[in-house]
């Protein structure tokens, strides 16, 4: 999908990046439903992926950042 809407945009200037964080520390882990078994200090935190969109963002406007994959060290949670 992000690269046909790429390809559709290049002509416009429009540069477009797929951001795939793997887990993220956020509220949404507070709920009674989710299994916590794991621990939430090892995933990454909302900064973290706000941090890798302003790097794409910020990137030279010659080349484009297409995809950007975010996991913890801990691998995947």
Same mark, same amino acid.
């Given at each position: 999908?992000?690269?046909?809407?790429?390809?559709?945009?290049?002509?416009?200037?429009?540069?477009?990046?797929?951001?795939?964080?793997?887990?993220?520390?956020?509220?949404?882990?507070?709920?009674?439903?989710?299994?916590? !078994?794991?621990?939430?200090?090892?995933?990454?935190?909302?900064?973290?992926?706000? !941090?890798?969109? =302003?790097?794409?963002?910020?990137?030279?406007?010659?080349?484009?950042?297409?995809?950007?994959? =975010?996991?913890?060290?801990?691998?995947?949670?």
């Amino acid at each position: 999908l992000s690269k046909t809407l790429a390809a559709e945009e290049r002509s416009r200037g429009i540069r477009v990046t797929a951001i795939c964080p793997g887990s993220v520390n956020t509220p949404l882990w507070d709920t009674d439903t989710v299994q916590a !078994d794991f621990d939430r200090t090892a995933m990454l935190t909302p900064e973290m992926v706000a !941090d890798s969109i =302003l790097h794409a963002v910020q990137f030279p406007a010659n080349a484009v950042v297409e995809e950007i994959t =975010l996991v913890s060290n801990a691998g995947v949670l």
